[in-house]
């Protein structure tokens, strides 16, 4: 299987809300409700990431992963939320859960961070929540640790607890 990255179109979203909501339901599911969770449709997450891609194109970047012709996975990168100086964010990676175990989401990681290197950004973080013990351990060995910030955000009804992760250097290493 080959793996090709590229900038989203306007034309990915679709598929791109489609393998969001494929990604959170496999990787939630033992720790959100799952109400919670079918409460977003994929219809709803591609029209979220389309408004998203309209009114972020300038400052941030959507990249995906195809392999065999096929959307795969995805990232999200832009500036911190907060607006931090000199910080970027990667803000999502999400994988179809078929395609897991394959060295994808690390590809896309280090896609992520030689974005966030362009940008003149020296420091990286993300959030990620709590229970999801299988992205926390793929961070943790792309280089990324907790820097002790949580906050506490509703999935459908459902309070979630995330943690903050840090990177603070990365040039010339591969996640």
């Not at 949580?150 to 040039?171: C, I, N």
């Amino acid at each position: 299987m080959t793996l090709s990255l590229r900038l989203a179109q306007a034309t990915d979203i679709d598929a791109i809300g489609a393998l969001h909501y494929d990604s959170r339901i496999a990787a939630y599911r033992d720790f959100v409700p799952i109400a919670g969770l079918r409460g977003l449709a994929p219809e709803s997450l591609a029209a979220w990431w389309r408004e998203r891609f309209a009114y972020e194109a300038e400052t941030h970047r959507l990249t995906v992963a195809e392999s065999d012709g096929r959307l795969v996975g995805f990232s999200y990168v832009g500036p911190e939320e907060e607006h931090e100086a000199g910080v970027g964010q990667l803000y999502a990676i999400h994988l179809d859960p078929a395609a897991q175990g394959r060295g994808f989401g690390r590809r896309l990681m280090s896609d992520a961070l030689a974005t966030i290197d362009r940008n003149g950004w020296r420091r990286a973080v993300l959030w990620v929540l709590e229970g999801n013990a299988h992205a926390r351990r793929f961070y943790e060995r792309g280089g990324w640790r907790p820097d002790g910030r949580e906050r506490e955000e509703l999935m459908g009804a459902a309070p979630t607890r995330q943690l903050r992760y840090v990177r603070e250097s990365w040039l010339g290493e591969s996640a």
